[in-house]
């Protein structure tokens, strides 16, 4: 399926059912008299958390969503039926953004999390409900009141545990197929990568979602390459592996670049536990690799692994890093995301907020 982020939906719950307006005209009945029933509930329009999903891409293809009127009233003083709620699915970790983009409506982090967003009008009296001592024939009622209605944003934040980033060609794509069940494609070439990937890594008996970005550039907050508008789907990592190619023209500056690119994007990524690893560790010697180690270090680096997706080599000392910034039973139920295509299915461009 196709990978989308991000989507922009209207929605409108129902319109409260009118009131009737009705006379009772019973044969060997001496007195009549008004018996017009209400009218029924319009239906709320539901956000609901799912499992299984992990994409926003069925909001490509329908962008307004509209719960039912309640029924009108009726005669011998009944009740229109309320209208059904409208519950619209989404994944775990779908936040709702007014139409400005500026407000969060609602953010959903759990599986089975339900809001009810719009409230279905409440139906309009009948005019049984009017009659008084003084009023004994009332022909009044109410037409019901109106649902409520507005445009929204929909963005999909990935919930993952740890995060991975880095230049294009650093590897991460072989890293986390290596370490995880995810089948990211893999290329000699920059931007590999065009969307997220997630993959549940299992070691030492637990288990944590890696999620791996696109690559990172110099200048990706202001637009550079891909840009950084998929960081948003790194905010809820606990801890971020920067993957820096041993065999790249220079660590220490491929270091300096993405440390200052998270910076710039905001939203807490700079304040998050940060893991080094020099990759491909299986294309230089160990002499070379100590050395960029310690370049990295005296770059700000407080610590550094020398690994290798595509050998395996140090990369259980790696993992064993990241368990000790995670709880100690961390489990998911999430699933890989799997994608036909390296096709980008955003819905327009998306301001950092």
Known sequence: MHFLDQAKIYLKS??????AVSFRREKYIEYGGPDGGNGGKGGDVIFE???GLNTLIDFRYAQHFKAKRGHHGQGKDRTGAGADDLVIEVPVG??????????????????GQRIVFLEGGQGGRGNASYKTATNRAPRQHQPGEPGEEMWVWLRLKLLADVGLVGLPNAGKSTF???VSNAQAKVGHYAFTTLIPKLGVVRHKGREFVLADIPGLIEGAADGAGIGDRFLGHIERCRVLIHLIDIAGEDPAKALRVVEEELAAYGAGLNDKPRLVALNKLDLADGELGAAFAEEL??????????VSGASGEGV??????VL???????????????????????AG???PI
Do not use: C, H, M
């Open 94 to 111: 779908t936040q709702v953004f007014s139409d400005d983009k500026e407000e969060v409506l609602a953010d959903f982090t759990e599986i």
């Open 316 to 321: 259980d000392a790696l993992l064993d890093a």
């Open 176 to 178: 986390i197929n290596a």
């Open 49 to 51: 958390a799912v499992q």
């Open 297 to 306: 270090k005296a770059a700000g680096a407080a610590e550094v692994f020398n």
């Open 324 to 346: 000790a910034y995670l709880p100690d039973r961390t489990s998911t139920e999430t699933k890989t995301v799997e994608v036909e295509d390296e096709d980008e299915e955003g």
């Open 349 to 351: 461009e998306w301001s």
């Open 14 to 19: 129902g319109a409260g059912g009118p009131g």
